[in-house]
């Protein structure tokens, strides 16, 4: 442990450590307590549905920020920070426009409201939608797949982040899923895993998950910098920073757009991608 935190010390200072890795970590570990395994925490009255109602779809409010808005800040930086005002940095597309839809509250992440941010994105002319969110079950995994079929229908492209267990997703299940219940597969699906700065066999990040069929595509994972609430920047870890760089080039380039939209396998998904 100690050779660790030096290495991890040879490349920041301690403040950034201290910040970045030991006060994050117990944050984590207090919300995972307090709000993830607490059987006791119900946050529906906040937005005041049904949750046993799988066809209920206006519900929610407008308050995206919620009590952290980190996560969502950080990655809608990579995608579509300035990048002619030199502060900061630079995000991956230019001119783009961000619909930020808050589905994944502390605690709760229930098919219904993945399923309902789906199509509201769709409805409100989103065409990349960004998934940097996932989960290893899905009880109610039908509602989620007709609202992929609808956003698909609307030439809207999904980009999932493939997550953070170091898991074969071939073999072990991870949600979101592009395949169907009924036996389809989503056409216009991409699922990106976490690539580090190391070359060779550990250029794969050590906690993305992985799979030949179920991953299509590695980008930059680790130590990315980007950008979080009150004008502050941070690095942060996983594959909820890989998928934004691949939203952010489909957003850049609408060539690239079409092509994955339908009109292109999964194998030239991987070509487009590469050559950009």
């Not at 040879?10 to 944050?27: L, N």
């Not at 950080?74 to 002619?84: E, N, P, Y």
Request: one cysteine or more; a negative charge.
């Amino acid at each position: 442990m100690k050779a660790t935190i030096l290495d991890i010390l040879k490349e920041m200072d301690f403040k950034s450590f201290y910040e970045e890795q030991i006060v994050a970590g117990y944050k984590q570990a207090y919300e995972m307590v307090n709000y993830n395994l607490n059987l006791d925490y119900d946050p529906r009255a906040i937005v005041g549905d049904d949750p046993n109602n799988s066809k209920e779809r206006f519900y929610g409010n407008n308050d995206i920020k919620g009590p952290d808005a980190l996560h969502g800040s950080h990655v809608s930086g990579i995608i579509g920070a300035d990048r002619t005002n030199d502060i900061g940095i630079k995000g991956v597309a230019d001119n783009v426009l961000i619909i930020g839809v808050r589905n994944t509250p502390n605690g709760d992440e229930r098919d219904k409201d993945v399923a309902n941010a789906i199509r509201y994105a769709a409805d409100n002319g989103a065409k990349v939608l960004n998934m940097s969110f996932g989960k290893g079950y899905s009880p109610d995994k039908a509602v989620v797949d007709e609202a992929v079929k609808y956003a698909i229908s609307k030439d809207v492209l999904l980009v999932q982040a493939a997550g953070n267990d170091n898991n074969d997703i071939d073999v072990e299940p991870n949600f979101p899923s592009r395949k169907y219940l009924d036996g389809g597969v989503a056409s216009s699906w991409i699922v990106v895993g976490a690539s580090s700065s190391i070359d060779g066999e550990n250029l794969k990040a050590p906690f993305s998950n992985y799979g030949k069929t179920a991953v299509d595509v590695f980008a930059p994972g680790v130590r990315i910098h980007s950008t979080v609430p009150d004008n502050k920047y941070i690095d942060e870890d996983g594959t909820s920073m890989a998928a934004p760089v691949v939203t952010g080039l489909a957003a850049l380039d609408p060539f690239l757009l079409s092509k994955i939209n339908g009109r292109a396998g999964k194998r030239d998904h991987l070509k487009i991608c590469c050559k950009s």
